[in-house]
């Protein structure tokens, strides 16, 4: 299995960028802002050039073979056509520097400082900016917060979003309340489509398909010698659960729990179901449309959970991570079958990047996202670390919590949303969106076809020091850009909507 490896794939603008990207994209995309800001919803849109370093992942498609030529020219001539086909530029390279680059790429050395030079201006991106909120939109923001509701999940390509409830009742054997049922409520525009129970398993995740709605969970147990099965069921447009089958490959893996991370439509009514058996043992299978499993396939990852999935071209990219060693942004092509094809790594020496959904529109991969830098807990608390280095002595030494304000501002700056633009074969990125003092949020469809990137703004914080599930807590203000099916930014507007921040 081929690892590449992305370093440096997304960094904040520098001014020294900004007159190369705009070159290299031969103003397409000032264009493409200067509608945006037409179209623009509440708050102006305004858009600047972003820079991104791209280090390796050109390496994965390129499949060149160095040759030795006698003849310096000949060199020189193969790696300026290895530069145009690739995109590269050599301007400002003397034509040693850019033999040295073109062999440095090619035989993925990555020594030669020229080459990060250069790739640098391989993924030309823009920066969304946003208004700080004043005064008096964030206290009618914290007024509004309690009863914004926001749906568990975001409204799918037909206009619908899903609410998951969980009862419970006294289990007179066992002698404490035990799972009784799991209710679905889909609804449109706040009105309600249907619901559906779940008394075999606890449903908690579902998605909606081109021939229903996919729900999935697990057997609900009380002890770890209890076995842990997954389940899956298909739930017509009416609320009618056609089927439910637990999904369960302990006679192959020999472990007997198993849980479900994500459901794919293949878009020919078959479903893609991947699935971890045990702790090492992702598993991909194919079921059709009556719940019938058509093939299944287990390869061992390591210890991973499965975050994400999404098509990729005729086979899949998949999300597997591990928070407590860092793995945020690192994704797997599979194809149909289940076979591991590669793996991509979004890494940065300056950042972190956390993956937050994906999904495949226009013939491209949509990446959600948001980066903060590099730090050290010895907690393990890595993402916030420099804001408690902020809090924490304010609150010992000064005898006196952060405010409002103070602590915003430096939860805002240590975040970035990020939307990266993937080609659907490779996964190689083409351009990005960023948006400062936000976290990436969730990715659909509308109704009209075009792609919806959802955003979240830090705008309210406090410190929470004697709270055991978070430290820093706050309220994001929720975004909505819109993109066409080309990618062209044509619109944002403030959904009114709040997301709670906990960290």
């Not at 440096?8 to 900004?18: A, M, N, P, R, S």
């Not at 917060?145 to 009862?167: D, L, M």
């Not at 302990?250 to 007997?256: C, E, L, T």
Request: charged fraction near 25%.
């Amino acid at each position: 299995m081929k690892k590449e490896k992305v370093s440096e794939i997304i960094g904040l603008i520098d001014e020294k960028y900004v007159g190369e990207a705009t070159a290299f994209d031969g103003g397409a995309s000032a264009a493409a802002a200067a509608r945006a800001e037409k179209t623009a919803g509440r708050r102006p849109l305004r858009v600047r050039w972003a820079a991104a370093a791209a280090c390796l992942i050109l390496a994965a498609g390129i499949g060149t073979t160095v040759y030795a030529f006698a003849a310096e020219v000949k060199e020189y001539n193969t790696a300026m056509a290895f530069f145009e086909e690739n995109g590269l530029s050599a301007e400002g390279l003397s034509r040693a520097e850019v033999k040295e680059v073109y062999r440095d790429i090619t035989t993925r050395s990555f020594t030669c400082e020229k080459t990060a030079e250069v790739l640098r201006q391989t993924v030309p991106g823009l920066e969304i900016e946003q208004n700080v909120p004043t005064p008096e939109e964030l206290a009618a923001l914290w007024e509004s917060a309690g009863s914004s509701y926001r749906p568990s999940y975001r409204p799918s390509k037909n206009g619908v979003s899903y609410r998951f409830k969980t009862e419970y009742a006294m289990n007179e054997e066992k002698g404490f309340e035990t799972f009784e049922r799991s209710v679905l409520t889909c609804s449109r525009d706040d009105e309600t489509l249907w619901t559906a129970e779940f008394t075999d398993f606890c449903a908690t995740y579902c998605a909606y398909m081109t021939n229903g709605t996919a729900v999935w969970g697990w057997t609900a147990t009380y002890s770890s010698a209890e076995p842990s099965y997954a389940w899956l069921a298909r739930v017509d447009d009416d609320g009618t659960v056609l089927w439910q089958t637990r999904v369960d490959h302990s006679a192959i893996s020999g472990f007997s729990n198993e849980y479900i991370g994500a459901v794919v439509d293949n878009g020919d009514g078959t479903w893609a179901v991947f699935s971890r058996s045990g702790q090492k043992t992702l598993y991909l299978s194919q079921y059709d449309a009556d719940g019938h499993e058509l093939s299944s396939r287990g390869t061992e990852v390591g210890i991973v959970g499965i975050w994400n999935a999404a098509r990729l071209g005729d086979g899949y990219i998949v999300q597997l991570g591990n928070s407590s060693t860092g793995e945020t942004a690192h994704l797997y092509r599979m194809d149909r079958a289940g076979n591991l094809i590669d793996s991509i790594s979004y890494e940065s020496e300056e950042c972190v990047y956390v993956i937050t959904d994906m999904i495949e529109f226009g013939g491209r991969v949509y990446l959600s996202s948001y980066a903060y830098p590099h730090q050290k807990d010895e907690g393990g608390r890595d993402e916030i670390a420099n804001i408690l280095d902020f809090a924490f002595p304010m609150a010992i030494d000064e005898h006196r919590e952060p405010t409002d304000e103070e602590l915003t501002a430096v939860v805002r700056d240590n975040y970035t949303a990020v939307l990266l633009v993937c080609d659907a074969e490779s996964g190689t990125p083409e351009t990005f969106w960023s948006v400062k003092g936000s976290l990436g949020g969730k990715l659909a469809v509308n109704e009209a076809g075009e792609l919806e990137w959802d955003t979240e703004s830090v705008v309210s914080t406090f410190l929470s020091m004697a709270t055991s599930s978070f430290t820093i807590g706050g309220t994001c203000e929720v975004f909505r850009y819109t993109f066409d099916e080309a990618g062209t930014l044509i619109r944002q507007i403030d959904t009114g909507e709040t997301a709670q921040y906990r960290r």
